[in-house]
């Protein structure tokens, strides 16, 4: 299995693929491309003709978009164990997932994962603050539903998990303010090995894009 990915320190969909198998220790190879220069259009279209990351190949089977990365390794590789095993908790996890799959553009747009930096701050404007609310709300909600069952979303880690992970990244570089519980979760996230992984190599990236670099030092 293969893994196309972009730069780590910006590419939070490419996150949102790589750390599921990750986590579960499955076997794949990463190719790594630089996203934001002259070849990267062509080194994507040797894996992909979407045209962007991520990108899984396993075998002759392609799959691209993160969500659906992780649905076929879920199926393919954990016996569905990427969702929680509960039907409602799954509706639930997925209905999370799917929503941050579709929504908060405005938070994408001003507070970009750059895992690098901290200590940013940007204009805090009604819109990306409703969407700062909205997930500190869903995140401290989950947490206090299901915190007996382990410090995850859903207690266990799942693909809701994954789809989060690129935010609080964000709000570990941005520092919103949110609740304790949601602060909580961050540490938990932040704290896993392969998240620390992520975010050393992603340190060592040398590439700087910079309509990627917002917010000031405080």
Partial sequence: MKLIIGNKNYSSWSLRAWLLPAYHAISFEEVRISLSVSG???AIARYSQAGKVPVLHDGDLVVWDSLAICEYISERYLGGGGWPEDMGMRA???SCSAE???GFPV???LMPMNCRAEGRRVKMTSDVRKDIERIDALWSSLREKYARRGPWLFGDFS???CMFAPVVFRFATYSPLISKASKAYM???LSHPMLRLWQQQACQEEEVINEEEKGDAC
């Fill in 40 to 42: 990267t259009s062509a």
């Fill in 92 to 94: 639930e996890a997925r």
């Fill in 100 to 102: 941050m799959h579709s």
């Fill in 107 to 109: 938070l994408r747009k």
């Fill in 159 to 161: 693909i809701a998990d």
């Fill in 187 to 189: 540490d938990t996230v």
